[in-house]
């Protein structure tokens, strides 16, 4: 999964050993996403990656993350991994990042007879098939 979002906060490095004797270690931040209702997701990198990860607070980025759930004493955890990050080049309130819009019919052409309404859609009824002698009252 891959989503833009600004640095906010670096929580640091957490190290630890694991069952079986070996040493692990991850980094921790807190990223704000962009949009009309921005959310805040705490990111790790965990392993050898997280030396690579130069993650600094105030700059914008583009993450591709995995995110994995685990269960411990009944209760569910989130984890959210980082494993690609890139710094944006372009502020995303100025129109960068990904366009979601709608696909729009050309102006002065309305959709219609022999056009689908989105690209790859081919279900659809034009208005030279439909008769009042189909209707099921």
Known sequence: MDFQA???QYLGEVTGTSRAGNPWRKKEWVVETFGQYPKKVKIQCFGEKSALMNIEPGRNYNFAVDLESHEYNGRW????SVYRVEEMTNDPSMGGGFNHQQPQAPVGQPYGNNQAPY???ETFVSESDSSDEDLPF
Do not use: A, W
């Open 6 to 8: 600004k640095c906010i």
């Open 77 to 80: 955890y989130t984890e959210v």
């Open 119 to 121: 690209p790859g859609n």
